[in-house]
């Protein structure tokens, strides 16, 4: 079946740092992705959906100068967290799908970012 | 805006059927219902999906209600690697997104 691969899967950094997590979809391509994020015990959020070739459309209240999204490519999608602080410590998911009139989507076994 | 309503959390003896409830009063004639699952720490598993009909697959069962108003996921025989947070999501091709609610932590005993 279609597979989406995340890396990296656990990235701690600094504060004001800038941290890249990569997205993939490996044997499928997939002009739009999706980013979440999800806290400790709570659900996962729709942060925006990334677009092959153009501007990624972010969710109300997701900064889009701080959460940078690139798709390059059919198969690549980048989240770059730009001056990361403390709270910015998450778990970040990525999904994409093969047909998304339908809502079956794979997703990406999830990055998990720590920022000190 | 939540268009699901599920228990937060149920218990199931391992090679038992797990019935996990699901609320969806509000749904419309084009949208269906969707099953995913999350692992502790890993990302979500799509499960199955319907729109009026049960459905059923290698991993579960789906039975929707003729009103369409609630389902539930069936997990014929549990085990303890089906351990995890089961999500049931409306979704309209329209929309495009999958929008997670707080799901259900069904924990299987052994």
């Known amino acids: 079946g279609a597979v989406v691969s995340q890396h990296p899967s656990r990235v701690i950094c600094k504060s004001g740092t800038s941290v890249k997590i990569e997205c993939r979809s490996l044997d499928f391509q997939a002009t739009t992705m999706f980013w979440y994020r999800q806290f400790p015990k709570q659900s996962l959020m729709l942060m925006a959906t990334s677009n092959e070739g153009s501007k990624a459309t972010y969710e109300q209240g997701v900064e889009k100068d701080k959460f940078l999204i690139n798709h390059a490519s059919l198969t690549l999608s980048t989240l770059t967290v730009t001056s990361a602080h403390p709270e910015d410590s998450s778990f970040y998911i990525c999904s994409a799908g093969t047909d998304l009139n339908t809502g079956e989507l794979f997703f990406g076994e999830g990055s998990r970012l720590t920022v000190l | 805006d939540a268009k699901t309503t599920q228990p937060p959390s149920m218990d199931c003896a391992e090679g038992r059927a797990a019935n996990l409830p699901c609320n969806h009063s509000?749904?419309?004639?084009?949208?269906?219902v969707y099953w995913y699952r999350q692992i502790h720490s890993q990302g979500p598993q799509y499960i199955i999906h319907g729109l009026k009909n049960n459905e059923t697959n290698e991993m579960a069962s789906l039975i929707i209600t003729e009103d369409r108003k609630s389902s539930t996921l069936i997990l014929p025989h549990a085990t303890l690697r089906d351990t995890a947070v089961y999500y049931c999501?409306?979704?309209?091709?329209?929309?495009?997104?999958?929008?997670f609610g707080s799901g259900t932590q069904l924990t299987v005993l052994p």
């Open positions: 509000t749904i419309s004639g084009n949208e269906y």
């Open positions: 999501i409306v979704f309209s091709g329209s929309a495009r997104q999958l929008t």
